[in-house]
C-alpha cells in the first residue's frame, strides 16, 4: 500500500523558512492530487494548501502569501515553501493524496494517503 513520506521538518526562529516535501514511498503511477495538513496539539487536523494534478493551488487564510505549494512531477515530489514562519505554525505536517475538488480539498476524509507527518517548530 502506498504511503506518503515528509521530509524537512525542523526547528527554526520566528520569521525564518522551511521547506517540507512529500513524495510516495513506492513507485505510484496514480495522478492524485495532495494537501498539506497540520495539526497543532489539542487542536483539530487543519488543511493548509493543495495542489491537483491540474497544477490548481489552494491555500488556508492562514498561510496565504506565506506558504507555496509546487510539485515536481519529474521527482514525484510536492514541496511546500514556508516563510515568514509565526510560532503558532507549530504543529506536525501531514501531506495527503487523493481527489478532491475546491470544495473539498479542506476535508482529511477525502483523502486515500497520507504520510507520517514532520514536526515543526516556530520559536519565538
Known amino acids: 500500500e502506498t504511503q506518503l513520506v515528509e521530509s524537512g521538518g525542523g526547528l527554526v526562529q520566528a520569521g525564518g523558512s522551511l521547506r517540507l516535501s512529500c513524495a510516495p514511498s513506492?513507485?505510484?503511477?496514480?495522478?492524485?492530487?495532495t494537501t498539506w495538513f497540520r495539526q497543532a496539539p489539542g487542536k483539530e487536523r487543519e488543511a493548509v494548501a493543495c495542489?491537483?494534478?491540474?497544477?490548481?493551488?489552494y491555500y488556508s487564510d492562514a498561510v496565504k502569501d506565506r506558504f507555496t505549494i509546487s510539485s515536481d512531477n519529474a521527482k514525484n515530489t510536492v514541496y511546500l515553501q514556508m516563510s515568514s514562519l509565526k510560532t503558532e505554525d507549530t504543529a506536525v505536517y501531514y501531506c495527503?493524496?487523493?481527489?478532491?475538488?475546491?470544495?473539498?480539498?479542506?476535508?482529511?476524509?477525502?483523502?486515500?494517503?497520507w504520510g507520517q507527518g514532520a514536526q515543526v517548530t516556530v520559536s519565538s
Open positions: 513506492e513507485f505510484n503511477d496514480e495522478d492524485f492530487d
Open positions: 495527503a493524496g487523493g481527489w478532491v475538488v475546491r470544495s473539498t480539498w479542506t476535508d482529511p476524509h477525502e483523502y486515500d494517503y
Open positions: 495542489i491537483t494534478n491540474e497544477g490548481q493551488t
